[in-house]
């Protein structure tokens, strides 16, 4: 707060008011209060976060110079690339770092934080990720441009990774109603299991028993017919006694539905198919490798992206910027299907966009000797040293015409 020319802070941590906003906006529809800490009680909630989060930080990481025709050439030596690929500081290594940046910014409404620290001549050297809510973030006036503290002291820009989610809200804030019914379910059907809430039958008599009698004919059921050496066997009943076993009824078959359904909606939320997260009630052979296409297209790219531009607004220097730019390498996610990769890069060779040994760079394997000629190796009219490159090829038959029209009596 400005108290004339003074600027007083208050020590609070932007992560308590996150968690003060959050639960002040009264519990949800279900009657469950959530939060961030909350949120990762619901299975489908924590599934969604670690696995973009993960999927992200296990992808290759790339630096990249960028040409006047738009050509990228990977630059290996580069210091963001050692950085990106090993140790981001010395107690955090690089997959960690990235991890943490994206599930904050999945959690978090601010996005995740981290500062570069950086030489004199302005290379980064290291990058740390502080307690969430050490390093806060304001926006004083409408342009919308952030202004960084940490311990009260404004940063620059330049020196603070920034990841931010759409509409700025992080997707555990705009789902805390499907969360908090997903919760709230979970916790029912807990009680519901824990507490014995549906028995196996009812054992019914047209006699009044009494206090005593109830809990003999309790004791002696349980006694010949519970336990697995006794389960299956012949029931006997007395006294005009009757048993009726409890069955699932359509109300409980609707709460298993409802249970689907709440996982579904927290998918969406995330942007990501439902079987990535488990349910597999639409998933078959043919469609799961289209979900996988669709989680990376749909859900992971957009934070890929906006990661590769976080990092390099944050680690290049001004200079540096122009020319060089981050790549995950999205090419990890058809490792998997070797099939179909093989079928790629066997069209792109035949196609001629890529030569033979481009095709090997794609499996990690090293270059061949003549694998840096464009030609389609299926027809023999681009065949590699074909006459329509290297000329007329010579007539290995040209020294016996020669001397048989010298000699017209050599044939005989």
Same mark, same amino acid.
């Given at each position: 707060?400005?108290?004339?020319?003074?600027?007083?802070?208050?020590?609070?941590?932007?992560?308590?008011?996150?968690?003060?906003?959050?639960?002040?906006?009264?519990?949800?529809?279900?009657?469950?209060?959530?939060?961030?800490?909350?949120?990762?009680?619901?299975?489908?909630?924590?599934?969604?976060?670690?696995?973009?989060?993960?999927?992200?930080?296990?992808?290759?990481?790339?630096?990249?110079?960028?040409?006047?025709?738009?050509?990228?050439?990977?630059?290996?030596?580069?210091?963001?690339?050692?950085?990106?690929?090993?140790?981001?500081?010395?107690?955090?290594?690089?997959?960690?770092?990235?991890?943490?940046?994206?599930?904050?910014?999945?959690?978090?409404?601010?996005?995740?934080?981290?500062?570069?620290?950086?030489?004199?001549?302005?290379?980064?050297?290291?990058?740390?990720?502080?307690?969430?809510?050490?390093?806060?973030?304001?926006?004083?006036?409408?342009?919308?441009?952030?202004?960084?503290?940490?311990?009260?002291?404004?940063?620059?820009?330049?020196?603070?990774?920034?990841?931010?989610?759409?509409?700025?809200?992080?997707?555990?804030?705009?789902?805390?109603?499907?969360?908090?019914?997903?919760?709230?379910?979970?916790?029912?059907?807990?009680?519901?299991?824990?507490?014995?809430?549906?028995?196996?039958?009812?054992?019914?008599?047209?006699?009044?028993?009494?206090?005593?009698?109830?809990?003999?004919?309790?004791?002696?059921?349980?006694?010949?017919?519970?336990?697995?050496?006794?389960?299956?066997?012949?029931?006997?009943?007395?006294?005009?006694?009757?048993?009726?076993?409890?069955?699932?009824?359509?109300?409980?078959?609707?709460?298993?539905?409802?249970?689907?359904?709440?996982?579904?909606?927290?998918?969406?939320?995330?942007?990501?198919?439902?079987?990535?997260?488990?349910?597999?009630? !639409? /998933? #078959?052979?043919? +469609?799961?490798?289209?979900?996988? *296409?669709?989680?990376?297209?749909?859900?992971?790219?957009? &934070? $890929?992206?906006?990661?590769?531009?976080?990092?390099?607004?944050?680690?290049?220097?001004?200079?540096?910027?122009?020319?060089?730019?981050?790549?995950?390498?999205?090419?990890?996610?058809?490792?998997?299907?070797?099939?179909? !990769? /093989? #079928?790629?890069? +066997?069209?792109?060779?035949?196609? *001629?966009?890529?030569?033979?040994?481009?095709?090997?760079? &794609? $499996?990690?394997?090293?270059?061949?000797?003549?694998?840096?000629?464009?030609?389609?190796?299926?027809?023999?009219?681009?065949?590699?040293?074909?006459?329509?490159?290297?000329?007329?090829?010579?007539?290995?038959?040209?020294?016996?015409? #020669?001397?048989?029209?010298?000699?017209?009596?050599?044939?005989?």
């Amino acid at each position: 707060m400005r108290f004339g020319p003074y600027v007083i802070f208050e020590k609070k941590s932007i992560e308590h008011v996150e968690l003060e906003d959050l639960v002040s906006r009264g519990p949800t529809a279900a009657g469950v209060h959530v939060n961030i800490e909350t949120a990762l009680n619901a299975p489908a909630v924590a599934a969604a976060i670690r696995t973009i989060s993960e999927a992200a930080a296990c992808l290759d990481v790339h630096v990249v110079k960028i040409a006047a025709d738009g050509t990228e050439t990977r630059v290996p030596g580069h210091p963001v690339k050692k950085l990106l690929s090993g140790q981001a500081n010395d107690w955090t290594s690089s997959f960690e770092l990235i991890r943490s940046l994206v599930v904050d910014a999945l959690t978090h409404d601010r996005g995740g934080l981290a500062w570069v620290g950086k030489n004199s001549e302005g290379k980064p050297v290291e990058m740390i990720r502080y307690r969430p809510g050490y390093i806060q973030v304001n926006y004083p006036d409408d342009s919308l441009r952030p202004e960084y503290r940490i311990g009260g002291l404004i940063k620059p820009i330049s020196n603070i990774i920034h990841l931010k989610g759409a509409f700025d809200k992080s997707p555990v804030s705009l789902a805390r109603e499907a969360i908090g019914t997903a919760i709230s379910m979970e916790k029912h059907a807990g009680r519901l299991f824990g507490a014995g809430g549906r028995p196996s039958g009812v054992l019914t008599t047209p006699k009044p028993v009494g206090d005593e009698g109830a809990k003999k004919m309790i004791a002696g059921w349980k006694r010949a017919f519970e336990g697995p050496d006794r389960s299956g066997g012949t029931a006997v009943l007395w006294d005009g006694a009757d048993w009726k076993a409890a069955t699932m009824t359509s109300v409980d078959s609707q709460f298993q539905q409802l249970r689907l359904f709440a996982l579904q909606e927290i998918a969406r939320a995330f942007n990501m198919p439902a079987s990535i997260l488990g349910d597999l009630t !639409r /998933a #078959t052979w043919s +469609n799961s490798a289209e979900m996988q *296409r669709q989680f990376l297209a749909l859900c992971l790219d957009p &934070w $890929l992206k906006a990661l590769e531009n976080a990092l390099g607004r944050a680690l290049f220097t001004d200079d540096e910027r122009a020319t060089h730019a981050i790549r995950f390498d999205r090419d990890d996610f058809t490792n998997v299907d070797l099939t179909a !990769r /093989a #079928t790629a890069i +066997n069209g792109l060779i035949s196609s *001629r966009v890529l030569n033979p040994n481009e095709g090997r760079n &794609w $499996l990690g394997m090293g270059p061949r000797d003549g694998g840096d000629e464009y030609a389609n190796p299926n027809t023999g009219s681009s065949q590699p040293g074909d006459a329509s490159k290297t000329g007329p090829t010579p007539d290995v038959n040209a020294a016996d015409k #020669t001397k048989n029209q010298d000699d017209p009596d050599a044939d005989e």
